[in-house]
């Protein structure tokens, strides 16, 4: 008599489970990895507006402007990319000391501030 082996694998059943573990773990893989290049996209252009800010005021601290009391507005390129900027002055209880806010927008969206800087301006002897 002839001993017929059995060979035993998956059943359709356990494969189309194993399937339905795979697609759910590999959707929500994409949708981190989707996230975190969000995260990265927003912190590089939080970074630059820092950069457009920075920058403005070493400008008016290399030059040792002294800029009247008021709102200015420009726009600047930084890596590529537009941003809009927004310097308000204001005078000090110290007649010699400006304040200064610089506020950096994306070029898209002028309502929102990627990076606000305060810094004060000097007024030195000439």
């Known amino acids: 008599m002839?001993?017929?082996q059995r060979v035993r694998g998956f059943t359709l059943l356990e494969v189309l489970v194993a399937l339905a573990i795979l697609a759910v773990t590999l959707g929500a893989v994409g949708r981190a990895a989707s996230a975190s290049v969000q995260h990265a996209d927003a912190m590089r252009e939080r970074v630059l507006a820092d950069w457009v800010a920075q920058n403005r005021l070493a400008l008016h601290?290399?030059?040792s402007d002294w800029l009247p009391a008021g709102i200015q507005n420009g726009e600047v390129e930084q890596a590529?990319?537009?941003f809009m900027w927004r310097e308000e002055v204001s005078n000090t209880p110290n007649p010699t000391?400006?304040?200064i806010v610089v506020n950096v927008y994306a070029a898209e969206d002028a309502n929102y501030s990627l990076r606000q800087m305060t810094a004060y301006l000097?007024?030195?002897a000439r």
Request: charged share 45%.
């Open 2 to 4: 002839r001993q017929v």
């Open 61 to 63: 601290a290399a030059r």
């Open 80 to 82: 590529g990319r537009k």
């Open 97 to 99: 000391l400006r304040r």
């Open 122 to 124: 000097v007024e030195y």
